[in-house]
């Protein structure tokens, strides 16, 4: 059984989300910037847990791993964990390539810490509205 080379979206369900999200509206424009510093510190704990998994060869696909900051608006906010793609080979160790077998280390970087993410999240956007978890 193989995967798609397409990106893996990870949607956060947030428990007490409502009274989070009246929250951040009550706080309009400074709303967008709390959402992506939860998004960070989700993003972060993936970070190092693909730098940890990478496979190391010659080192330069780990050195690569970085975080990106996608969109953000007043409900949602995005980041990205890659690698540099001119190093070419880094989607053949992702998903494997024939006669080599897949080591999803992205992939997995996310699965593996769904929990640890998504309490990241709440607590950054826990402290920025003022609410202890």
């Known amino acids: ?17 409502d009274k989070l999200a009246k929250d951040l509206k009550a706080m309009d424009d400074a709303a967008a910037s709390v959402l992506m ?3 960070k ?3 972060q704990i993936a970070l190092a847990d693909a730098k940890q998994n990478c496979p190391v060869d010659t080192g330069a696909l ?14 949602k ?15 053949h ?21 769904q929990e640890q993410i998504n309490e990241a999240i709440v607590a950054e956007i826990s402290r920025a509205v003022g609410r202890s978890i």
């Open 1 to 17: 059984m193989g995967y798609s080379a397409k990106q893996r979206k990870v949607k956060v369900g947030v428990e007490g989300a």
């Open 37 to 39: 510093k939860g998004a």
């Open 41 to 43: 510190a989700g993003g």
């Open 93 to 113: 160790v992702e998903l494997g390539a024939r006669g080599r077998p897949a080591n999803p280390f992205l992939r997995n970087a996310v699965d593996d810490n």
């Open 77 to 91: 906010a995005t980041v990205q964990v890659d690698y540099d793609k001119s190093l070419t080979y880094g989607t």
């Open 62 to 75: 780990k050195q690569s791993l970085h975080l990106t900051e996608g969109k953000s608006t007043k409900t």
